[in-house]
């Protein structure tokens, strides 16, 4: 399964997924032209589970590398005017969503964030700008859930990165930008009887 999340307003965004290839792509930058600008680029790729127990902990776990950038620029302002401010970060998330048997709709039943980074200015004149790469798991558990038979899951990995600012200054405008890139090879899940 694939998924990238919804279009925003006053923000620029570039998101892929793609189930077949276990690519996640995200770029998320805020519209020089508005005052204010915030929200999510997610992208995420899944499986369906249906638990083969009539009781059992489900433990879902993912490999996969990933890169970054991200920069904030928060232009100089007269000392009359309120400095702007922005703010990013990068996160990977697990999520663990269940049918429910009354709506026949899948519904978040657990879920999981790794944060990958996370910058703010809120200066009048500030150039930063980063980028890093890493490999999940790691240390991270993964995420475990439990479940029976009669249960289907939906298992998701997802990429999320948010971008914010706040400008008080019509002539110069922050410029907040990240992107986030990740390789997943591969994804499993371990069942362990409990009945």
């Not at 990933?66 to 703010?87: E, K, L, N, Q």
């Not at 700008?129 to 038979?149: E, I, K, N």
């Not at 400008?167 to 890139?181: K, P």
């Amino acid at each position: 399964m694939q998924w990238t999340s919804a279009e925003l307003p006053d923000l620029v965004q570039m998101k892929s997924a793609s189930a077949e290839t276990g690519r996640l792509h995200l770029m998320n930058l805020t519209d020089w032209t508005a005052h204010t600008a915030s929200g999510y680029a997610q992208a995420g790729i899944g499986i369906l589970v249906r638990p083969s127990h009539k009781l059992c902990r489900l433990t879902f776990r993912a490999d996969a590398s990933y890169t970054f950038r991200h920069m904030i620029d928060t232009p100089s302002v007269p000392g009359t005017v309120p400095w702007s401010r922005a703010c990013n970060r990068g996160t990977l998330r697990l999520v663990a969503q269940r049918v429910n048997p009354v709506t026949g709709a899948f519904e978040t039943d657990l879920q999981r964030s790794v944060p990958l980074w996370a910058d703010s200015a809120a200066t009048g004149s500030t150039l930063f700008a980063d980028g890093g790469h890493g490999t999940y798991p790691g240390a991270d558990p993964g995420l475990s859930v439990l479940g029976g038979s009669a249960d289907t899951f939906a298992l998701w990995f997802i990429a999320s990165v948010f971008v914010g600012k706040e400008d008080h200054y019509r002539t110069n405008r922050t410029i907040c930008q990240a992107n986030l890139d990740c390789a997943v090879p591969a994804m499993w899940v371990e069942q362990t009887p409990l009945s």
